[in-house]
């Protein structure tokens, strides 16, 4: 069974701070994602990895396959990035998707 | 990324009715269909895996009697709630995955269920 954990569980920091968000996981994985849901619910998928880096605007996700882990980054943070941030590891041959607890972010003015 | 949609984004019922949810998948074939259910502060929780043309596959202490899936065609998938009672009141996600990336799971926006 994957085991996937974040840290940390919450994040408090300034506008304009850079924020690292920290996913790890159990077994080996055919992709990760992270998603972002916002106070009304709605989830929102940042990225899906399964090597490497990738960017989109003040966004970067990592992974380390070897050390099974993956970060997420936010440059240049501001008040409408503050949600909560949640990694979910596919393993392989299964489609179904194991999630971390989730790390609430709140940037403040 | 590919767009998945859900429909209504929130009802509230009766205690006793029964509530559909409907699942979009608006830009791609989506072969398979997931459905979770979020409690407050917690994380997603599936509930059922369904594959376009098949019966849809329970999670463990899913009733499926209650929660009723169809996976009629490759762009839709509803979530039926029979005889809603309150502690049904949840809030309900949907993802889709399909052609052309196997990989790739793309989440609706979610169905917030309240049941009086």
């Known amino acids: 069974k994957n085991e996937v954990e974040q840290s940390p569980q919450n994040l408090t920091a300034q506008e304009g701070e850079f924020i690292t968000i920290n996913c790890s996981y159990s077994v080996g994985i055919s992709a990760l994602h992270w998603l972002q849901q916002h106070p009304g619910g709605g989830i929102v998928s940042l990225f899906m990895l399964s090597s490497g880096k990738k960017k989109h605007g003040r966004l970067i996700a990592t992974i380390n396959i070897q050390e099974k882990h993956s970060s997420l980054h936010i440059t240049a943070s501001h008040p409408r990035d503050s949600a909560v941030y949640i990694c979910?590891?596919?393993?392989?041959?299964?489609?179904?998707?194991?999630f971390g607890t989730g790390t609430r972010l709140t940037i403040i003015p | 990324g590919a767009v998945v949609s859900q429909h209504p984004s929130w009802v509230i019922c009766k205690s006793g009715t029964s509530v559909k949810i409907e699942c979009r998948s608006l830009d791609f074939q989506a072969t398979t269909m997931f459905w979770y259910r979020q409690f407050p502060k917690q994380s997603l929780m599936l509930m059922a895996t369904s594959n376009e043309g098949s019966k849809a596959t329970y999670e463990q202490g899913v009733e499926k009697d209650k929660f009723l899936i169809n996976h009629a065609s490759l762009t839709l998938s509803t979530l039926t709630v029979t005889s809603a009672h309150p502690e049904d009141s949840s809030f309900y996600i949907c993802?889709?995955?399909?052609?052309?990336?196997?990989?790739?799971?793309?989440f609706g926006p979610g169905t917030r269920l309240t049941v009086l």
């Open positions: 979910a590891a596919r393993a392989f041959g299964n489609e179904k998707l194991t």
């Open positions: 993802s889709a995955g399909g052609l052309p990336s196997y990989n790739e799971q793309f």
